[in-house]
C-alpha cells in the first residue's frame, strides 16, 4: 500500500482526538443556519411550513454530521484539509442566506450549493485516502456515488414548482439517510465492510456534544433578543424567565448523564462505526430539531403570551421538549439497554399539557412546559445518585 497522504489522516494523538478550533468555527455556521430556519418557521408557522422546515433540518443536519465524519477521520491541522473546511464554511454561509427562500425563488441555488458541498467534500475524502487505505478509500467511492445519486433529485427538485420540489427532495433525503443503513451498496461494488472506518468515539462525542451546546447557547441569545422587543409587562418577563430555565434544564438532562456515558460507549465498544451512526448521526437528530422547536416555541410565547393557545403555538412550544427528550431516550437507551423512565414520564406529561391548550394562554402553557423539564432533570438526577436503585 502506497502512502500518498498519510500526514493527512488522523492519529490517535491527544491533540488530534479533540475538536479542533477550526471545527468550532465551522459549526458557528452552521448554528447560524439553524438560526435562520428557527426564524423563518416563527414568522410563518403553517402544516406546510413545518414540514418544509422539517426537510431542511434533514438536509443541514446532513451536511454537518457528515462533514463531522470525514474531520473525525482527516487531521484538522493539515493545511489542505483546513482549506477544505473552510471551504465548506463558504459553502455553510452561502446555505444559510438561501435557505428562507429555499421552497422559492432560491431552491435552485439552495440544492446546487448543498449537492457541491456534499459531493465535493466525499471526493476530497476519498482523494485523501487513495493509496493510503484501500477499504477506506472503496467506502468513499460508494459513498461519492449515493451522493451523486442523491443530487440528481435535489438539483431536478430545485427546477421544479413547489409540490414537485417537495417530493424529489424528500426522494433525496431519504436516498442520503439510507445509505449509511445499507452500508452504501452499490451494484458491482457490493456494501462497505462494516468498522471499515477508524472512527474515534471521543472525538465524535465531542463534536456532538459541541454542536449542542452552540444550539442552546443561541436559543438563549435569541430568546434574550426576543424578549427586548417584547418587554412591556411583568408577563414577559416571568416567560423569558421560564424560557432561561427551560434551556438550562434541557442542558442538564443531555450533559448530566447522557454525553458521558455516550462518549465512553462510542470509545470502548468493539463496533465503533456502527455504534457511531446509532448515537451520533440518527440519535442526536432528534435533539437538535427539538431544540430548534423550542426555540420557535419560545419565540410564541414572548411575542404572543396573553394570547389564548392553539394547536399551531403548542406544536412548537410542547413539540420541542417532547422531540428533544425522545432523542435523548434513544441515545441513553443505545448506552445503556435501559429506558429511562423519567423521560418517557416527561413526554407523557407534555402529551397531557395539550389538554390545557384550547383553555389556557400561550404563557401558562410554556411555563407548564418548563416545569415538566425540571421534573424530569430532578427526577433523574434523583433516581442515577450514588447508592440509589431507583429507575432512572
Same mark, same amino acid.
Given at each position: 500500500m502506497s502512502a500518498r497522504h498519510p500526514h493527512w489522516i488522523r492519529t490517535e494523538e491527544p491533540d488530534q482526538t479533540s475538536a479542533s478550533f477550526p471545527e468550532l468555527f465551522f459549526d458557528l455556521v452552521f448554528v447560524f443556519a439553524l438560526v435562520q430556519l428557527s426564524h423563518t418557521l416563527a414568522e410563518e408557522f403553517s402544516s406546510a411550513a413545518a414540514f418544509e422546515s422539517a426537510l431542511l433540518v434533514l438536509a443541514i443536519w446532513w451536511v454537518w454530521i457528515n462533514t463531522t465524519w470525514v474531520t473525525n477521520l482527516l487531521h484538522t491541522g493539515r493545511e489542505p484539509v483546513r482549506l477544505m473546511l473552510f471551504g465548506m464554511m463558504f459553502g455553510g454561509v452561502l446555505l444559510a442566506l438561501a435557505l428562507p427562500e429555499a421552497f422559492a425563488e432560491h431552491g435552485l441555488m439552495?440544492?446546487? @450549493?448543498?449537492? $457541491? =458541498?456534499?459531493?465535493?467534500? /466525499?471526493?476530497?475524502?476519498?482523494?485523501?485516502?487513495?493509496? %493510503?487505505? +484501500?477499504?477506506?478509500?472503496?467506502?468513499?467511492?460508494? @459513498?461519492? *456515488?449515493?451522493?451523486? $445519486?442523491?443530487?440528481?433529485?435535489? *438539483?431536478?427538485?430545485?427546477? =421544479?414548482?413547489?409540490?414537485?420540489?417537495? !417530493?424529489?427532495?424528500?426522494?433525496?433525503?431519504?436516498? +442520503?439517510?439510507?445509505? #449509511?443503513?445499507? &452500508?452504501?451498496?452499490? #451494484?458491482?461494488?457490493?456494501?462497505? /465492510? #462494516?468498522?471499515? !472506518?477508524? %472512527? /474515534?468515539?471521543? &472525538? =465524535?462525542?465531542?463534536?456532538?456534544? !459541541?454542536?449542542? @451546546?452552540?444550539?442552546?447557547?443561541?436559543?438563549?441569545?435569541?430568546?434574550?433578543?426576543?424578549?427586548?422587543? &417584547?418587554?412591556? /409587562?411583568?408577563?414577559?418577563?416571568?416567560?423569558?424567565?421560564?424560557?432561561?430555565?427551560?434551556?438550562?434544564f434541557m442542558w442538564w438532562i443531555y450533559f448530566h448523564h447522557g454525553q458521558e456515558k455516550a462518549a465512553d460507549k462510542a470509545e470502548t465498544t468493539s463496533r465503533p462505526e456502527s455504534v457511531a451512526h446509532n448515537l451520533f448521526t440518527y440519535g442526536h437528530l432528534p435533539i437538535i430539531a427539538g431544540i430548534i422547536l423550542t426555540a420557535v416555541g419560545e419565540d410564541f410565547s414572548l411575542s404572543h403570551a396573553r394570547e389564548e393557545s392553539s394547536l399551531k403555538y403548542a406544536i412548537a412550544m410542547i413539540g420541542g421538549p417532547v422531540l428533544f427528550l425522545a432523542g435523548n431516550i434513544w441515545v441513553k437507551m443505545a448506552v445503556a439497554r435501559q429506558i429511562p423512565v423519567s423521560h418517557l414520564a416527561g413526554i407523557a406529561m407534555l402529551l397531557i399539557l395539550t389538554a390545557l391548550v384550547p383553555f389556557s394562554p400561550n404563557y401558562i402553557i410554556q411555563l407548564a412546559a418548563t416545569g415538566i423539564l425540571f421534573i424530569v432533570a430532578v427526577w433523574e438526577y434523583w433516581a442515577l445518585r450514588p447508592g440509589r436503585g431507583a429507575t432512572a
Open positions: 439552495f440544492a446546487l @450549493i448543498y449537492c $457541491a =458541498m456534499q459531493t465535493g467534500r /466525499s471526493l476530497f475524502t476519498l482523494y485523501a485516502f487513495r493509496g %493510503v487505505d +484501500d477499504a477506506a478509500f472503496m467506502t468513499f467511492v460508494r @459513498i461519492t *456515488i449515493w451522493s451523486l $445519486a442523491s443530487a440528481a433529485f435535489w *438539483i431536478v427538485g430545485g427546477m =421544479m414548482e413547489l409540490e414537485g420540489r417537495i !417530493l424529489c427532495w424528500s426522494v433525496a433525503l431519504a436516498i +442520503d439517510y439510507a445509505s #449509511p443503513a445499507v &452500508h452504501y451498496a452499490v #451494484p458491482g461494488l457490493g456494501r462497505s /465492510s #462494516p468498522e471499515t !472506518l477508524d %472512527v /474515534s468515539g471521543e &472525538h =465524535m462525542a465531542e463534536r456532538c456534544a !459541541l454542536f449542542v @451546546i452552540i444550539c442552546l447557547g443561541e436559543t438563549i441569545l435569541t430568546t434574550g433578543r426576543n424578549a427586548a422587543e &417584547h418587554m412591556n /409587562s411583568n408577563t414577559t418577563f416571568a416567560v423569558f424567565c421560564s424560557a432561561f430555565l427551560s434551556t438550562g
